[in-house]
């Protein structure tokens, strides 16, 4: 770890230098970065092969580009400064036998908050793929259950806190959920699971000067303060039953959501979900029951623009054959297209173990 750290912390100093001899005083509207960051954290063992191994405390060390965007569009998007980058990171999963190690290379998008001063808040969305080194194999390594491929996905979703050490210069910390999965190409699957907390320090190409909010137009109250939603999802499970670990599942969602002030929005609303994991379960386990559930959401939205980032809490009212908590939490993502059409993805999870990720399109009323 000592090696790369250096030659990045070197490579960081000699574009302080260089970035120092050509700063020119017109703003620069889409700054480049390059950033350092290292990740500790936890394996999630979410089913039960997976806790016939030791536990894993995975760390890492990344390395990014990435440019922020200060423009007029980028405000209009999303009303905030989004960064877009490039992240490559070295995983050791702290159980070589077994697990081995990885390279997650991922593309990602970081909205910032808060850009007048030195303290920013930012989350981030991050997909791309994943090397791992000791995938199962049934004479070999039969322990391993979380990949059967070399090649995987990978999915990331982080929120964090920076700050401007000088105009150059940052300190990030970020609590992040990371998910790799092969989508079902070969079993088994039961995917990496890993939340992390990271550490990092990122450097402009030349200072940063941020635009003045009240030339490039202060966020105003949005015409509409209420809206009536509704949606239809799709997804797979990664639910382990019997020797399948792939599930369709697919539902439909209604709520109404009321802003607040600012950027906040306050939902209420209801959910339908076929899980066909569920029905699996019931048939294995010679159970008379509906597989089919229904909830009740409560939540907070985020209003960027365009884009909508939503966090709710769910209470099943209908739940026949129970199987999990009768709580969970849904994240979500969605991007409007105009006022009516929206499209999005959203996780669902019971507390830290992640359920299904799935796709929806909706229409606003």
Not at 110 to 129: A, D, V
Not at 175 to 191: I, M
Not at 214 to 222: H, L, N, S, V, Y
Not at 309 to 322: A, C, K, M, T, V
């Amino acid at each position: 770890m000592k090696k790369p750290f250096l030659v990045v912390f070197v490579t960081l100093s000699l574009f302080e230098f260089v970035s120092g001899q050509e700063a020119k005083n017109k703003p620069n509207e889409k700054p480049n970065f390059i950033g350092l960051s290292l990740d500790y954290g936890f394996l999630i063992k979410h089913a039960p092969s997976l806790r016939q191994i030791d536990d894993a405390y995975p760390s890492a060390i990344s390395v990014d580009w990435s440019q922020l965007l200060l423009t007029q569009s980028a405000w209009e998007f999303c009303n905030c400064f989004p960064r877009v980058g490039i992240d490559v990171a070295l995983w050791n999963w702290d159980n070589r036998e077994v697990l081995g190690h990885g390279v997650l290379a991922m593309g990602y998008l970081e909205p910032y908050f808060n850009t007048q001063s030195r303290t920013n808040l930012f989350f981030r969305l991050g997909i791309g793929g994943a090397y791992l080194t000791q995938p199962y194999d049934e004479v070999s390594n039969i322990l391993n259950e979380s990949y059967s491929t070399h090649l995987s996905f990978a999915l990331m979703v982080g929120f964090g806190v920076n700050y401007r050490v000088t105009d150059s210069w940052n300190l990030r910390l970020m609590a992040k959920y990371n998910h790799t999965s092969n989508g079902g190409v070969r079993t088994p699957n039961k995917g990496l699971n890993f939340p992390s907390l990271s550490l990092g320090v990122n450097k402009s190409f030349k200072p940063v000067s941020y635009p003045n909010l009240d030339k490039i137009g202060k966020r105003q109250a949005p015409e509409d303060k209420h809206k009536f939603i509704v949606a239809h999802f799709s997804g797979w499970s990664n639910a382990a039953v019997g020797d399948k670990d792939k599930f369709y599942v697919f539902g439909f969602m209604g709520k109404y959501s009321r802003w607040i002030g600012g950027r906040s929005a306050l939902t209420a609303g209801t959910e339908l979900i076929l899980d066909y994991s569920r029905r699996e379960q019931i048939n294995l386990d010679g159970a008379n029951a509906n597989f089919a559930q229904a909830a009740g959401l409560l939540g907070h939205e985020f209003w960027f623009g365009k884009v909508t980032f939503s966090q709710e809490l769910g209470i099943y009212y209908y739940n026949d054959y129970r199987i999990n908590d009768d709580v969970y939490q849904r994240y979500g993502l969605t991007y409007n297209f105009n006022k009516k059409f929206f499209a999005g993805f959203n996780l669902k999870a019971h507390r830290h173990v992640a359920d299904f990720f799935d796709l929806r399109v909706g229409y606003v009323f």
